[in-house]
């Protein structure tokens, strides 16, 4: 293992340094011409308070990592490895989606830095092809933060090493934890705000040699092509956010057509993955309003669901009552915890689940992104999102179960939360 603070080469040099889902989805959105043709928009937003990107990240060389990343297309082995790929089901991804991406445009971008200092990236587009700018963009753009800040925060090279070093020091700190807990396991769901490409492989590298029985895989394509690693994760709320999005234009804003899509969504991707991928993610609208809707087949067949957002012990305990209403063993369901943890967070999580469902982690920021906090020089992990926020001219929204997270015009957030039977109370300043 060998850290360095960077190197030369552009930052995303393969069209599979993203997360698993973007291809799953990417498929199923492929896959289905009401989707596919749709245009989409994407927007970043940077949610950790009194962060100026615009004041770090020189443009000329945001827009140079861009431009390159905006090139890339699948090779012919990393194709090969996508068309063999069957850790889910045989022949996951379809042929027609395959040959799509080995000629994939990614399309143009908006970008501008405010006078205040905010930087402003969008992208608009097919959503067959600018969905994989979510990743890429946010990639970037949280390195390109980290590199020019460590080297105009941190100019005394000693003092440099050693906080880099102090990366490596909390990582063994964290091996050293999570080995008393043999039966936790976890999976890399760091891509997006990774301290950098070469800190994430790294990691990954660490993880597999160290905790070969309790780390699960990556979420990042790539490296689990690169280290023979299970490449993990199902979807994400851009599905559920823009197929009720396309339903509020198509229905005039019926209430029940826009309640409907996201059933529709959760009964095509079963008849598209099946059991494989039967991981249903609930917080889009709130879970409240998934449990009290979906269908009972969606509790009985799927494998379990992820929790994103809200407090953790909570969700857990309407997860146990959803499965009972049901008469389904929750004993035999997973929970995926995803939002901000930490190894203090996962022991206290799988410490409470024991004995009444199965848990296990997609760990992010905290694990591919922790050193030492530097705030007086803004050397901190910041909370990054790239978000669908439009559909053909419709705004998008997400409510979550923490209303923090909450994405769309005041306006359609109260909509929706009408719409929805939305109540929660739950706010928690994103951290990660």
């Known amino acids: 293992m060998f850290y360095r603070e960077h ?11 993203t997360d698993f889902y973007k291809f799953t989805m990417g498929d199923f959105i492929f896959s289905n011409p009401k989707f596919a043709d749709a245009t989409v928009t994407f927007r970043l937003k940077c949610r950790t308070k009194n962060i100026k990107l615009g004041n770090v990240i020189p443009m000329a060389h945001l827009r140079e990592e861009l431009d390159h990343t905006r090139r890339l297309k699948p090779t012919n082995s990393e194709l090969y490895y996508l068309r063999g790929m069957d850790v889910y089901g045989d022949r996951m991804l379809s042929e027609p989606y395959l040959q799509f991406l080995k000629n994939i445009q990614l399309p143009e971008y908006e970008m501008r830095f405010t006078g205040d200092g905010d930087l402003e990236l969008e992208f608009r587009g097919p959503w067959k092809s600018v969905t994989y700018w979510e990743l ?99 979807s994400a709320h851009e599905l559920f956010m823009v197929a009720a999005g396309l339903a509020d234009i198509q229905s005039r804003s019926d209430v029940n057509s826009i309640r409907f899509s996201q059933d529709e969504v959760m009964r095509r991707w079963w008849e598209k993955y099946g059991h494989g991928l039967s991981i249903a993610l609930t917080d889009t609208y709130g879970t409240k309003s998934t449990f009290e809707n979906a269908r009972p087949e969606v509790a009985r067949d ?39 943890l930490t190894v203090d967070s996962m022991i206290q ?11 296990t982690y997609g760990w992010g920021t905290n694990l591919t992104n922790d050193f030492e906090p530097r705030p007086e020089v803004g050397l901190i ?48 300043p994103c951290t990660y």
């Not at 190197?7 to 340094?17: E, H, K, Q, V």
């Not at 494998?303 to 049901?326: A, F, M, N, V």
Request: proline residues 3%; glycine residues 6%; charged residues 30%.
């Open 136 to 234: 890429f963009g946010l990639s970037i753009v949280n390195e390109l933060y980290r590199r020019y800040t460590l080297r105009i925060g941190i100019t005394n090279q000693d003092d440099r090493s050693r906080y880099l070093l102090n990366g490596f020091s909390r990582l063994l700190i964290k091996i050293a934890r999570l080995r008393e807990y043999s039966d936790l396991t976890f999976s890399d769901f760091g891509t997006r705000r990774r301290a950098s490409r070469q800190w994430q492989d790294d990691v990954i590298d660490v993880m597999a040699n160290q905790l070969p029985k309790q780390f699960r895989g990556t979420s990042n394509v790539h490296l689990a092509m690169k280290y023979n690693l299970v490449p993990i994760g199902t």
């Open 349 to 359: 999580i799988h410490k409470d689940c024991r004995d009444e469902i199965i848990d």
């Open 7 to 17: 190197s030369d080469d552009y930052i995303i040099n393969s069209f599979l340094d």
């Open 381 to 428: 992990p910041l909370s990054l999102v790239i978000k669908p926020v439009a559909v053909n001219g419709q705004g998008l929204v997400k409510l979550s179960d923490n209303i923090a997270k909450a994405i769309g015009t005041p306006e359609d957030i109260a909509r929706y939360k009408k719409i929805f039977d939305y109540d929660e109370t739950y706010f928690e």
């Open 302 to 340: 799927w494998k379990g669901t992820r929790q994103d957002s809200g407090d953790p012990l909570r969700y857990k305990e309407k997860s146990l009552q959803w499965y009972k209403r049901h008469g389904v063993n929750p004993r035999d369901k997973i929970i995926v915890f995803s939002d901000g």
